[in-house]
């Protein structure tokens, strides 16, 4: 339903055109959102060169810094810059939690239960001539549940701040080693202690590790050291997935551990 570009670099957008194609072979009509930076509709347009027809719109909306938007299923974006040597975003994914529905108030005022939907839905109703507000049913306001994203990004405060207190965040970590830092620091990218760092300053739940530089042959080894620093880092992989609910907040949901497999098969 929408995609949402941290930069403009060609590893991250030269794969749309195929993406593209493949969403209109799965038999999508419905718009789809693109989302990035200032440049992204110069971006797309150029890259539709190669995929002009497709039986979906697609609508490009560009990003400034520090703005709040919205996104399909009633999700809210916040994008924030990052430091890049371009200019590059990273994202807040906020899923908002709806107030309890207290059946107890609403038996105790004999609200029928045909107006239950509607009041926990934040409608008024009348009730045998008298006026049911939802605050005379509703609880307290619930915590909901947030995805954070950075990645092509030095670490800074105003990331922090960004996706403080997520129940996930997916970092970069293009550098393993300390002494990489000068490297990382002349590219515009993380190490693996800046990335838990970061998470760990944002007071975050769970932090995924991901976008390794070439030089970094097996992430996987390094898993021990991501602990150390973050004690609930993930190394990303091929296949790691997860889920995120109101009632049980983070959980893995892939099967199989890749550092748990028999010969360190993947």
Same mark, same amino acid.
């Given at each position: 339903?929408?995609?949402?570009?941290?930069?403009? %670099?060609?590893?991250?957008?030269?794969?749309?055109?195929?993406?593209? %194609?493949?969403?209109?072979?799965?038999?999508?009509?419905?718009?789809?959102?693109?989302?990035?930076?200032?440049? $992204?509709?110069?971006?797309?347009?150029?890259?539709?060169?190669?995929?002009?027809?497709?039986?979906?719109?697609?609508?490009?909306?560009?990003?400034?810094?520090?703005?709040?938007?919205?996104?399909?299923?009633?999700?809210?974006? %916040?994008?924030?810059?990052?430091?890049?040597?371009?200019?590059?975003?990273?994202?807040?994914?906020?899923?908002?939690?709806?107030?309890?529905?207290?059946?107890?108030?609403?038996?105790?005022?004999?609200?029928?239960?045909?107006?239950?939907?509607?009041?926990?839905?934040?409608? $008024?109703?009348?009730?045998?001539?008298?006026?049911?507000?939802?605050?005379?049913?509703?609880?307290?306001?619930?915590?909901?549940?947030?995805?954070?994203?950075? $990645?092509?990004?030095?670490?800074?405060?105003?990331?922090?701040?960004?996706?403080?207190?997520?129940?996930?965040?997916?970092?970069?970590?293009?550098?393993?080693?300390?002494?990489?830092?000068?490297?990382?620091?002349?590219?515009? %990218?993380?190490?693996?202690?800046?990335?838990?760092?970061?998470?760990?300053?944002?007071?975050?739940?769970?932090?995924?590790?991901?976008?390794?530089?070439?030089?970094?042959?097996?992430?996987?080894?390094?898993?021990?050291?991501?602990?150390?620093?973050?004690?609930?880092?993930?190394?990303?992989?091929?296949?790691?997935?997860?889920?995120?609910?109101?009632?049980?907040?983070?959980?893995? $949901?892939?099967?199989?551990?890749?550092?748990?497999?028999?010969?360190?098969?993947?």
């Amino acid at each position: 339903d929408a995609i949402c570009l941290s930069h403009l %670099h060609a590893d991250h957008v030269a794969g749309l055109p195929g993406l593209f %194609h493949t969403v209109a072979n799965a038999g999508r009509t419905e718009p789809m959102r693109i989302f990035g930076p200032l440049g $992204t509709s110069d971006v797309v347009s150029g890259l539709r060169v190669i995929a002009p027809h497709l039986p979906y719109e697609i609508e490009v909306i560009e990003l400034e810094d520090d703005v709040t938007f919205g996104l399909p299923g009633g999700l809210t974006g %916040h994008a924030r810059e990052g430091k890049h040597r371009v200019t590059c975003l990273g994202y807040r994914f906020t899923a908002d939690r709806g107030r309890a529905f207290r059946e107890d108030r609403a038996v105790a005022r004999d609200i029928p239960k045909e107006y239950w939907s509607q009041l926990q839905n934040g409608e $008024t109703v009348i009730v045998n001539e008298k006026t049911v507000r939802p605050d005379d049913v509703l609880g307290d306001l619930r915590p909901g549940v947030a995805i954070g994203l950075v $990645t092509d990004t030095r670490p800074t405060e105003r990331l922090a701040e960004l996706v403080r207190g997520v129940d996930l965040l997916i970092c970069e970590a293009t550098y393993g080693e300390d002494d990489e830092l000068p490297k990382a620091e002349r590219h515009g %990218h993380m190490t693996i202690r800046e990335a838990s760092a970061l998470a760990e300053r944002a007071g975050v739940g769970n932090l995924w590790l991901t976008h390794f530089g070439a030089g970094m042959s097996d992430p996987e080894s390094y898993r021990p050291f991501a602990r150390s620093l973050f004690a609930s880092a993930e190394i990303g992989h091929s296949g790691l997935t997860g889920s995120l609910t109101f009632r049980r907040g983070y959980e893995r $949901t892939d099967a199989v551990d890749p550092a748990e497999q028999p010969n360190g098969e993947q």
